[in-house]
């Protein structure tokens, strides 16, 4: 599987940014997708994920900023982030696999990721 994710950027506290996601080498509808985030000195977590039925699940500081979505025409997640907030800086990174591997974010290996910087 690869992975390239983009649209990071900076963005002032409050404003928007939207990430893609482009996946390859799998059959993407079948996939689960997780977004993930890493801040510097901190573990890699789950923030948002969307299993291949379109159900979604959203890490709590999150919830009702952030909205997952899926274009398996395009093999494409997007990530919309709102509000966005000075503690949502970190690097992004996505990864599809089954539902096991996106919750657990256990997978065989990891695109770039995409750096998002919020600033107050």
């Known amino acids: 599987v690869q992975l390239q994710a983009s649209g990071g950027g900076l963005v002032q506290a409050g404003g928007s940014l939207r990430l893609s996601c482009v996946v390859s080498?799998?059959?993407?509808?079948?996939?689960?997708i997780g977004w993930y985030r890493q801040a510097p000195g901190k573990q890699r977590g789950l923030v948002a994920s969307v299993r291949n039925d379109g159900n979604t699940n959203y890490a709590n500081s999150v919830k009702g900023r952030f909205t997952i979505s899926r274009d398996n025409a395009k093999s494409t997640s997007y990530l919309q982030m709102n509000s966005l907030k000075p503690e949502d800086k970190a690097v992004y990174y996505c990864?599809?696999?089954?539902?096991?591997?996106?919750?657990?974010?256990?997978?065989?290996?990891w695109g770039q990721g995409t750096q998002v910087t919020v600033s107050s």
């Open positions: 990864n599809a696999g089954t539902w096991v591997e996106v919750t657990t974010g256990i997978f065989a290996a």
């Open positions: 080498g799998s059959t993407f509808r079948l996939k689960a």
